[in-house]
């Protein structure tokens, strides 16, 4: 099947989300531990709705999704530009080819895994990402007490936190506190 990813945001936001379901971003606990979770990831982000018909979840599928998400954060981490377009390209690699002209188009057989369906939709992300906002848009989370990364897709590109509304809602309550101890009130 042909799909259009005409919506870049999305696919780079799926490639943040699956990179950090790693146990080393949730201090030791796995957020895709089983075949229940990984189905809860793929409808959480509403594949089938864009046309990407995937077959039937297995425990078979999990392992090669674990592998895709540990390859797929060096990608994002990756400071050289090129480096990280032949990375990109890579994790699109697993299926039919990918094409540029009014939007991304890939060719997904209908056969596809959910490791491959998600490695070209995080690769198609990561690539759109690099095109269209700058290589500069990957990084790893500002917090103190995290080690995520995320593809900050914003319009101003001033996005700190890989998931705000926890690490970034942690930060702001240190600082909070902080200020109201140098203040002396608590």
């Known amino acids: 099947m042909q799909v259009a990813f005409d919506d870049y945001v999305w696919s780079a936001g799926l490639a943040t989300d699956l990179a950090n379901t790693s146990p080393t971003v949730w201090h030791g606990v796995d957020q ?102 700058g290589a500069e848009r990957c990084r790893a989370c500002s917090s103190d007490t995290c080690s995520g990364v995320f593809i900050d897709t914003s319009r101003p590109g001033r996005r700190r936190y890989c998931m705000p509304g926890h690490c970034g809602n942690r930060a702001n309550v240190a600082a909070h506190r902080a200020r109201r101890r140098a203040a002396g009130l608590g």
Do not use: K
């Open 32 to 133: 895709l531990p089983d075949v229940a979770a990984l189905q809860a990831f793929l409808d959480e982000h509403g594949l089938a709705g864009r046309g990407l018909v995937l077959r039937a979840v297995d425990p078979a599928d999990l392992a090669p999704v674990q592998a895709l998400r540990d390859r797929l954060r060096p990608v994002i981490e990756e400071q050289d530009p090129a480096r990280r377009v032949a990375a990109a390209g890579a994790l699109t690699g697993a299926v039919g080819g990918v094409t540029l002209a009014d939007g991304w188009a890939v060719t997904v057989p209908d056969d596809a895994s959910p490791a491959e369906v998600l490695g070209v939709v995080a690769g198609v992300g990561i690539l759109a990402v690099q095109l269209h906002l």
